[in-house]
């Protein structure tokens, strides 16, 4: 059996290389995502190492809302950086007060840099050290001078003695480019931050609004000193109200974060990478029944001379083994290359030059990309392997048919199959899910749809083909085609799945993201009583905000009935941490929005007084008159009181406070500026009034609401575009899947096309015939997907209704793209086929067993 197992797997090696790509596609996912992540995670570590390594202890002030790296630093007051440069233990104490994104640099054509989710740091100027090295000119020493690093200079292209325009907690202010710095190893960065450096004074006032106050203070060890004796000194000096660390915990918490931020990143790029096994799945599952249908009678064969069904069973199985550890190996070699590849161009591109770790092959990377391609490969040959192990010698060598008869289970188990996805996904839409993680339960759920779906497929055949035959059969070769396409309907069902599952994801995460700006836009439209809106896009880690002064101003412009300022930021009520909105006019409010008190009063709000929506209150057990605890950004905790509950309204929900109370955020200035007009009002005189006064504050403009949706929206159009990308890995497998199952069919009916030959069947009818088969398959994947799509699609924004997305938008643009996509597809996956057909010698192929 074993040389029988080896003679048959070199005799289809050419067949089974398809369903082999499959797999080194798969796999090369896999290991090429465990492999980038693995590269950047070390790169990280060993640069934070590098970091601390001239700070041996630094003390901080816990954040009064922890929020992760990106909290509201907390303050201690400069002294503190007096009293221990005192202590014996200590030989240099430097004072820094600093925030990440505290300083947004203005380029040359007047719009703010981005980064693409690094910092914009703002920080005082301490001088050179064995890490800052000065480049060109030196630091600053007037509260009008700034020193940028080289990575910003770069960028930017200001040098010393340029004139600069940088935003913080005021609006844009210009100063001068005193000096340019880099980093030990020749860096210009750390990891694609840009870096801004005042006078002291200068940062104390403009990144943190006090005077005479610090965020840290980093101690170097007096000789002989260790990190451990340091910091017990320096806990004994201060009391635990500060908090003190050695270098070497800074570096762990700091390539903890990086780990947790990669980890994320990984599940995202392994998810996409399992969808394309998935869809391998499909592919490799096809391969296997076409080559077991075509060897009956070579199985029988051996059936009729003593091998049991086990040995069958196995014969098949080592033929998926072989298969799926070569392709395994193929894509692992693959994916270290391709993993190494994406680091590169990650740390050249968006890492700000990050020094890439020394090249090292993960052995997860290694045992995991095996494991998934030979496991994957296996279990998908295991169906065709059973049914081979099934069938009695005697039926197998009159080639019996018997796969007709099984539709009937196969389409009850996609029925069982589609509804408990659909009860899981469910489930995980609504939270309700009990203990197990309601992520991991809608995924269960997408997958189980999915592969029900595919189950379902068989049945479908014959009817969609007839109905799509219908553009092509009105010739003898397109007719041929139709035939051929429904004639063995679970392999095209199989075939057409494949296709179907990575159109229907995307096409789901199409509707989902359409369905969320048409619930915008209709919560604008019909909802919300407003004519223009202030407002930037969200980039960066933090919303853009803008100077409180233009709704003053705003306010006294002809024209302007009403002007409301939103101001938000991360607090605690009573213990939980969620996000606080501050309204200038809560009178205002009420009115734009369209307010319904459901409790109290939702008019005057002002400090150390809350609003909350229905939904919220009655989950906290709260009413109207109740006092909760409530700690901001700044400042201590306090109690604040309830003065009103209002029923939830689209574009509205959470704990509202009053203006006053935003002296405590982490920003005092609005993010979001509603602005009602007079009737009559010129809408395009007041909104250039309005962008004028926006001069100072370029990473904000007013847009009348269409614009506005667009603006606030705009990070969709990418999210869809990424996702596309992600999932053309899984459409190229089920392209190789069209174009394998065509190869086997021609090979399948090798006497059949000579006899179609030879009764007058010409070459480029033959061509057009194996063309519209494809055609056929490739369309019947992208109807199923689009439709499985919608339904998914729908199913989820459903599920999100009570999150404010209560419309269903459908992407007729990009379905409609899947369709004709599936036309070319099919064109495509039809060439070598149907060139390996016209090919054939009339009488080899009729003489053909």
């Known amino acids: 059996m074993i040389r029988a197992t080896l003679k048959g797997l070199l005799a289809h090696k050419l067949r089974l290389l398809m369903s082999g790509i499959a797999v080194v596609l798969g796999v090369l996912a896999v290991s090429g995502s465990l492999i980038l992540t693995d590269t950047l995670s070390r790169s990280y570590n060993a640069m934070f190492e590098d970091v601390y390594d001239y700070v041996d202890v630094s003390v901080t002030v816990p954040p009064k809302v922890d929020t992760g790296y990106l909290a509201a630093p907390a303050t201690m007051p400069a002294a503190v950086a007096d009293r221990l440069r005192k202590l014996p233990q200590v030989a240099r104490a430097t004072g820094s007060a ?80 005193v000096g340019v710095f880099g980093y030990s190893g020749d860096r210009d960065s750390l990891a694609g931050e840009t870096l801004v450096a005042f006078t002291l004074p200068a940062a104390q006032q403009l990144l943190l609004g006090e005077k005479d106050v610090l965020t840290s203070v980093e101690l170097v060890a007096a000789p002989g000193v260790s990190e451990e004796q340091l910091r017990s000194a320096v806990t004994d000096a201060l009391g635990p109200a500060y908090r003190v660390q050695t270098a070497t915990e800074l570096s762990r918490q700091a390539s903890d974060a990086v780990d947790e931020g990669l980890r994320f990143f990984n599940y995202i790029l392994l998810g996409f990478a399992f969808v394309a096994l998935f869809v391998g799945v499909f592919l490799i599952l096809n391969t296997f029944s076409i080559i077991v249908a075509q060897r009956l009678r070579e199985l029988a064969l051996l059936r009729a001379l003593g091998a049991g069904r086990a040995q069958v069973v196995g014969s098949v199985e080592a033929e998926a083994f072989v298969v799926g550890l070569i392709s395994s190996i193929a894509g692992v070699l693959l994916g270290i290359a391709a993993g190494r590849m994406l680091a590169w161009l990650y740390a050249t591109s968006f890492g700000g030059g990050v020094e890439l770790a020394p090249p090292a092959v993960s052995p997860v990377a290694v045992l995991a990309g095996l494991g998934v391609g030979i496991g994957v490969t296996m279990l998908a040959a295991l169906v065709p392997a059973l049914r081979a192990a099934r069938i009695p010698p005697v039926a197998a060598l009159r080639e019996s048919s018997t796969g007709e008869t099984r539709l009937v289970r196969v389409t009850v188990a996609g029925i069982v199959t589609a509804a408990v996805g659909a009860v899981l996904l469910a489930a995980g839409l609504t939270d309700r899910t009990g203990p197990v993680n309601a992520l991991v339960v809608l995924l269960i759920g997408v997958l189980l749809t999915l592969a029900g779906a595919a189950l379902l497929t068989p049945v479908l055949v014959r009817p969609v083909v007839a109905a799509l035959g219908g553009v092509f059969a009105w010739r ?61 896009e969200h980039t960066g880690p933090l919303a853009p905000t803008f100077d409180d002064a233009v709704l003053v101003q705003a306010r006294q412009l002809a024209g302007v009935e009403t002007v409301l300022g939103f101001t938000t930021d991360i607090g605690l009520v009573d213990g939980e941490q969620t996000t606080l909105g501050a309204v200038s006019d809560s009178t205002a409010m009420r009115s734009m929005f369209g307010l319904r008190s459901a409790a109290g009063t939702l008019d005057g709000l002002g400090a150390g007084q809350l609003l909350v929506d229905e939904r919220t209150a009655t989950a906290a057990g709260r009413h109207v008159g109740d006092r909760v605890r409530v700690q901001l950004s700044k400042g201590d905790a306090r109690m604040f009181t309830i003065v009103g509950i209002y029923a939830r309204a689209s574009g509205l929900s959470g704990w509202l406070t009053g203006g006053p109370e935003t002296r405590n955020f982490r920003s005092t200035d609005p993010s979001t500026g509603l602005i009602k007009l007079a009737p009559g009002a010129s809408v395009p005189a007041v909104r250039a009034q309005i962008a004028a006064l926006l001069a100072d504050s370029p990473e904000t403009s007013v847009s009348d609401r269409s614009g506005y949706v667009r603006q606030q929206t705009r990070a969709l159009d990418s999210l869809r575009g990424m996702v596309q990308i992600l999932m053309a890995m899984a459409i190229v497998i089920a392209v190789l899947g069209i174009v394998n199952t065509l190869a086997l069919s021609v090979i399948e009916r090798t006497r059949e ?10 070459r480029v009818q033959m061509v057009h015939m194996i063309a519209v088969e494809g055609v056929i398959i490739s369309v019947f994947g992208a109807l199923l997907g689009v439709v499985v799509g919608v339904v998914l699609g729908a199913a989820t924004v459903r599920g999100l209704h009570d999150e404010g997305i209560t419309a269903i938008g459908l992407p007729w643009g990009q379905m409609l793209t899947y369709l004709v996509l599936g036309v070319a597809i099919g064109v495509v996956a039809g060439v070598a086929p149907s060139i390996r057909a016209a090919r054939l010698s009339v009488l080899t192929a009729i003489a053909h067993e």
């Open 753 to 762: 096309l000579g006899l179609l030959r030879a009764i007058g069947l010409r």
């Open 476 to 536: 003898t070769p397109g007719r041929l085609g139709v035939r051929n396409a429904a004639r063995q309907p679970r392999r095209t069902a199989i075939t057409a799945a494949a296709l179907m599952v990575g159109i229907s994801l995307v096409v789901g995460i199409g509707v989902v993201l359409t369905s969320v700006t048409k619930s915008f836009d209709e919560a604008l439209g019909n909802r919300i009583k407003v004519d223009l809106i202030i407002a930037g």
């Open 98 to 177: 600093s925030t990440q994104d505290g300083a947004r640099v203005v380029d040359r054509d007047g719009k703010v840099i981005t980064t693409f989710g690094a910092p914009r740091i703002g920080l005082n100027w301490t001088g050179e050290d064995g890490f800052v090295t000065l480049r060109a000119g030196r630091g600053p020493v007037a509260d009008d001078e700034v020193a940028i690093n080289a990575g910003l200079a770069k960028a930017t292209g200001y040098t010393v003695g340029d004139r600069i325009g940088v935003l913080t907690r005021a609006p844009r202010r210009t100063f001068t480019v």
